[in-house]
């Protein structure tokens, strides 16, 4: 079960659902497609497509990211942590940076992302931020792990208390600190995100 992914075990679930219903032909079609959403193999094939020549050809790590709105791409990218000298130019969050730009916003309504791989903990952020309708991903973060890029030590140290962790969190409030925040809340002209 665990090789399938999310995606197959709705298909799965699709398909016994439809093994006991009375009619066959275009209800099995319609929930086969409610379980896909908007689903296209050839926009992950963009994705798992960029993360190769990526690495082929030396230009960043093995990942790729599409973003795609109305079933077109709206921007794709790498990951160029090693090019960039930048360790938050992972594939996701380039191409979210691209397509917010793409599209003159900084939130991705109506979109959907698609990547090479589970999203990495800042990814995931990230995307969360952006609020994509969804994301579909090819390779799990047992398979990154298994790759050399193994995520799971920054789960188990955001669960730490801040000063037990690897690289310590240490709250130093300072007088003056916090009035940004009551700035913020009481800016009528803001604009939210």
Known sequence: MKTWGKMGVAL??????SAFSGDKGQKDEEEKEAANHSY???????????????VKNGTGGPFGAVVVKDGKVIASSGNTVTPDNDPTAHAEVNAIRKACKALG??????????????????????????????????????????GGFDDS?????????????????????????????????????????
């Open 105 to 146: 916003s900084f939130q991705l309504t109506g979109c959907e992302v698609y990547t090479s791989c589970e999203p990495c903990p800042m990814c995931l952020g990230a995307i969360y931020w952006a609020r994509p309708e969804r994301v579909y991903y090819a390779c799990t973060k047992e398979d990154a792990a298994d």
């Open 40 to 54: 296209n193999p050839k926009f992950m094939q963009e994705a798992i497509r960029i993360a190769v020549e990526n």
């Open 153 to 193: 030590f920054i789960y188990k140290e955001i669960a730490l208390k801040e000063a037990e962790r690897s690289i310590p969190f240490l709250n130093q409030r300072e007088e003056g600190a916090g009035e940004e925040f009551r700035l913020w809340k009481e800016k009528e002209d803001k604009v939210e995100y």
């Open 12 to 17: 799965c679930c699709v398909c016994l659902l």
